[in-house]
């Protein structure tokens, strides 16, 4: 009898752990499973856009110099050379109201002596003006920066500049690209979620890159960003980087 007592009670107890451990298992699966669909699952992908543009506005500037060991001398000479360089840049068709001179600036010239330093003697005067000149007409600045040098035949001591190219609307056309280029990271997005067998859900997160404007076909980037001023037909580039919830 007291055999039988002893078994039934080592079944009870067997019983009772074996219970317990059931519990505790269910209870660790169900956490498990909490803590599994609790967290949300992302994806980071870049999206790209990309947009040809033709420049419409030429900027074109040049500097003319003259030097004297008399500054009166020096500034009548500066004054009659710019009103030729400005009848020059009238001439080939530019309005007067896109044309822009800076101030007089002067500087004084040192004698140097026989070792190379400058002295304390002034034994003239440099001064120089730039004039700019702005327009929509792209050729034309083209045709102003080509032509000037023209004007040394006439004894005037010009430093003609680069033309620059820009594109005024650019603001605007950089909305419109982040648009393009968030739309091309979700399906890019929804293309790697589809080969794995989810869906991507809502919008989680989007940063913006830096704008790549280069000429046309350029492969040049750069962290901060490039601005072609060179070229009138150039290349934009735009990218973000955008996290969507997986489903």
């Not at 003259?66 to 001398?73: E, G, I, L």
């Not at 120089?128 to 080509?146: G, M, R």
């Not at 067998?197 to 704008?211: C, D, R, Y």
Request: net charge neutral.
């Amino acid at each position: 009898m007291k055999e039988n007592d002893s078994n039934t009670g080592g079944l009870f107890m067997l019983g009772f752990f074996l219970a317990v451990g059931l519990i505790v298992s269910a209870m660790f699966l169900s956490g498990a499973f909490k803590t599994v669909k609790s967290n949300d699952q992302t994806i980071e992908i870049k999206g790209y856009a990309e947009k040809n543009i033709v420049s419409d506005l030429g900027v074109w500037h040049c500097n003319i110099r003259t030097r004297s060991a008399d500054m009166v001398t020096a500034y009548n000479k500066l004054k009659s050379d710019i009103q030729m360089t400005k009848n020059y840049i009238l001439s080939k068709g530019v309005k007067i109201d896109d044309i822009t001179i800076s101030s007089v600036n002067s500087q004084k010239i040192f004698k140097v002596n026989d070792d190379g330093n400058y002295t304390n003697l002034i034994i003239g005067y440099e001064l120089d003006q730039t004039i700019k000149v702005s327009t929509k007409d792209i050729k034309l600045i083209q045709l102003l920066a080509n032509e000037a040098t023209s004007l040394i035949e006439n004894g005037i001591e010009i430093f003609s500049e680069p033309p620059q190219f820009f594109f005024t609307k650019l603001n605007d056309l950089k909305v419109k690209m982040l648009g393009e280029a968030t739309k091309d990271a979700k399906v890019r997005a929804e293309q790697l979620a589809k080969n794995s067998g989810s869906e991507v859900g809502k919008l989680k997160s989007a940063k913006q890159g830096v704008f790549q404007i280069t000429p046309v076909n350029s492969v040049d980037v750069s962290d901060y960003g490039e601005y072609d001023l060179s070229t009138i037909e150039k290349s934009v580039k735009a990218v973000v980087t955008v996290e969507f919830f997986i489903e």
